[in-house]
């Protein structure tokens, strides 16, 4: 994107974006590490406390998306940055289980805030064109944060000596506090939106949400992509490539390469697919993750050593290129969608189901791969990517064009005139 299109107000989110994302990636890797290792948990309990972070998720996700359309985005972000930044200090000093359970959940509930109150303030930020490529932009930002921090985290720990990883947490408590101040510089935004003139009267609620189709499908769609695509790569691929013989190693740099692809490959490949509808480009994400899952079909009969070594290298880097193509997607066609004094309940709604999927995802390839069927993992993956595939294709005929990345002439007729009727039956029964 060319800067000159960036108001400096986005700008400054920009960066603090960035920056918050530098302190995600100092204390990741580690923090399971540092609560069983240094503090002496036990693994099991630590795993609870960790769980503890998605737990209160669920909860404060859909407050928060309220919040944001009572009070503003800005003072919402603000206050989900204090939190995290009072979790990091918490857990720096987390000598027994109590305390790091308070760290977590206070992590949680400031991670709960952050990406739907972010979106939202970008969506006031930036215009409805340049949103995608903004928030392409922003993901690979936030891919190099998390790869630097990473790396500068790795330098920085040494066994045995606690003040390393304790220095880990204050360095990620200090660049929630300077996002904090970039927020506290931006008085003039992020303020609660007002109800445009052709808004309905209905009454604000998450209700009216579900009621409208468009809306309904990209949930699902959100869901399916977190289901089987994300939470499989978080958690089942390490273990699936464990069970392969793949060394911790391997793993690591698999993700590495899938990381710096996104940092090197995001603009040029969000270029490419700009011409194309957005449930155009979602379908074409699938067909990619489909492809990931191949490589992984092919890895599972390879001879263990280098060849699955080179599997799953090329399978990160597949998987990173359907990533790039749906990353701006599913946040532009959110904040298109959504009514301005209602962004906060639509982007916590998605939000929401994300943090369903990261729940249930793991649990599904963890069972599958608990019992050895590498076949039947690898089939739903495969099925979920063809349900993606069919959402996308059935949202296009119910997304608003300004949404899909056209114009209103980019559709027949026939089509045009399907979906006008079926928002006004949307809006009727809303109203009723």
Not at 144 to 156: D, F
Not at 164 to 180: E, G, K, N, P, R
Not at 374 to 384: A, Y
Request: positive net charge.
């Amino acid at each position: 994107m060319s800067p000159r299109r960036l108001t400096p107000e986005a700008r400054r989110v920009l960066v603090g974006t960035c920056l918050n994302a530098v302190g995600n990636g100092f204390v990741l890797p580690f923090l399971v590490i540092y609560l069983h290792e240094v503090r002496g948990i036990g693994l099991a309990l630590t795993g609870a406390i960790v769980a503890v972070q998605g737990a209160v998720g669920l909860v404060a996700v859909p407050v928060y998306g309220t919040l944001i359309d009572r009070i503003g985005a800005r003072p919402v972000q603000m206050a989900s940055l204090t939190s995290s930044c009072a979790g990091a200090i918490v857990l720096a000093y987390a000598v027994n289980p109590p305390l790091a359970a308070l760290g977590v959940a206070l992590l949680g509930i400031g991670g709960a805030g952050l990406w739907p109150a972010g979106t939202a303030l970008v969506a006031e930020l930036v215009d409805s064109e340049a949103r995608p490529r903004y928030f392409g932009l922003s993901f690979a930002l936030l891919n190099l944060g998390i790869g630097l921090g990473g790396v500068a985290g790795a330098l920085v720990v040494r066994a045995g000596h606690p003040g390393t990883y304790q220095a880990l947490f204050i360095a990620d408590a200090l660049t929630f506090f300077a996002f904090l101040l970039i927020l506290a510089s931006l008085p003039q935004v992020g303020g609660p939106q007002r109800r445009g003139d052709d808004a309905s009267d209905a009454p604000v609620s998450y209700l009216r949400l579900g009621r409208v189709p468009a809306f309904r499908r990209v949930i699902v769609l959100q869901l399916v992509i977190v289901l089987v695509m994300y939470s499989q790569l978080d958690a089942a691929v390490p273990a699936f490539a464990r069970q392969l013989d793949a060394s911790t190693r391997v793993v690591g740099l698999s993700f590495a390469v899938n990381t710096a692809l996104i940092v090197a490959g995001q603009m040029w490949v969000q270029r490419r697919t700009a011409g194309l509808r957005r449930t155009r480009a979602f379908g074409l994400s699938m067909a990619w993750w489909a492809a990931a899952w191949l490589v992984l079909a092919v890895a599972d009969v390879l001879p263990a050593g280098a060849w699955v070594a080179a599997a799953l290298f090329a399978y990160m880097a597949v998987f990173a290129v359907a990533e790039m193509i749906q990353s701006p997607l599913m946040p532009a066609i959110v904040n298109d969608l959504a009514e301005p004094h209602l962004r906060g309940r639509y982007n916590a709604a998605v939000s929401w189901s994300w943090a369903i999927g990261s729940v249930l995802g793991p649990v599904i390839g963890g069972a599958a791969l608990g019992a050895g069927e590498h076949l039947l993992w690898i089939g739903l993956g495969l099925t979920g990517c063809a349900v993606g595939a069919v959402v996308a294709r059935r949202l296009e005929a119910v997304l608003p064009p300004t949404a899909n990345g056209g114009r209103p002439d980019d559709r027949s007729d026939d089509v045009q005139a399907d979906a006008i009727a079926t928002e006004l039956k949307v809006d009727a029964a809303v109203t009723s």
